[in-house]
């Protein structure tokens, strides 16, 4: 039975879902959080669905194991293959529940009733089509065009923030975009690496708007524990780090998102 007392466990292929801890560090101070970053196999949105599933099933292993109380999947990739018969609803059935980082920004979307959104990810969550087909089963009026990106997750885990490199990937990616739809006004950052660097997103098109689902993931989670009574009181939270990579890029971004340094940061295979 899970309690009130025991950790929230949060996800990623490597040190994107940072970007999700600093947003529920903000909204949720008391909660304990234990973080697993799978940097040793980092990037997954290059490979199969059925590879990235066997990596996710390891970490929600480690987790389990952890007795962690919820799970914040602050992947898209990974939540790309969520509510699938492809893989089996693998992730039903667990000791936890689990919150995708997709569902939360497709209602915040929705919510919004934008005419027009873009969404820049992973090559396997735009292959997926998830976000276009979530947000237009409730309002087929709103369009959504994606762009993939092969290299911007794998450029910001080499923790150089402010490569030339990634200014570049980043600029050709939002040209794609405003090239094709020039109207666009409001892109997804969907892929949780990419608000590690907003700002250079900003900077290749100051006049759209960039969605951090990071934020509606947070809101997401508080809303899930404060409906099950999980809900931590009365303590400072603490964060573990486990990384089946390296310890310096966590330095690094936790420096960039202004994320207290973790505990500890161990070093671990999934």
Known sequence: MNTATMPIGVIDSGVGGLTSVAELRKLLPNEDIIYCGDNGNAPYGNRTGQNIVELTKRIFAFLEKQQVKAVA???NTISSTFDSSEY???EKGLSFPVVSVIKPAVEDVLQKKYAEVGVVATVFTIKTGCHKQMIQARNPRISVYG???ENLAELIEQGDLSS???QSDVKKHVNNLLSEHPN???IILGCTHYPIVQSVFEKAAPNVTFINP????AEAVKQLLHERNLLQKDHQGEMSIYTSG???VYHAVLAELGIS???KIHTVRF
């Open 147 to 149: 762009e993939p990106s």
């Open 214 to 217: 990071a934020r509606d993931q």
């Open 246 to 248: 390296s310890e310096p």
């Open 88 to 90: 089996g609803f693998y």
């Open 164 to 166: 030339p490199a990634i």
């Open 184 to 186: 666009l006004q409001d």
């Open 261 to 263: 340094p973790a505990s």
């Open 73 to 75: 999947v602050a992947c």
